[in-house]
Nanobody, 121 residues
């Protein structure tokens, strides 16, 4: 069974920074693309950042040059460094991973439970 657990969320003042972490566990053959999504109250879930297993990165337009995604392939976690946070970044942040379990020949996208980020003005 594959599990993703996020950490690092919390309350921060506008202009501050947070670093989210996502740990992946389970009997895993391969992890391909990993990513972060967020969902604010009353809004649709949106892609924040993605990183392939070759470390190619993609970012949502609203976070470019402020948020940075990275991964440690040896240890399986992914990180999201968020700088110059503004109140519109307030949301639940979810980690995702495209995982091929050891017991399967196909991959699925797994989601974490989410971590709350709140930015005060």
């Amino acid at each position: 069974q594959v599990q993703l657990v996020e950490s690092g969320g919390g309350l921060v003042q506008a202009g501050g920074s947070l670093r989210l972490s996502c740990k992946v566990s389970g009997t895993i053959f391969r992890i391909n693309t990993m990513g972060w999504y967020r969902q604010a109250d009353g809004k649709r879930r949106e892609m924040v950042a993605q990183i392939t297993n070759g470390e190619t990165t993609y970012y949502g337009e609203s976070v470019k040059n402020r948020f940075y995604i990275s991964r440690d392939n040896a240890a399986k976690p992914t990180y999201l460094q968020m700088n110059n946070l503004q109140p519109d970044a307030t949301a639940v942040y979810y980690c995702t991973a495209d995982v091929t379990p050891l017991s399967s020949s196909t991959w699925n996208t797994y989601w974490g439970q989410g971590t709350q980020v709140t930015v005060s003005s």
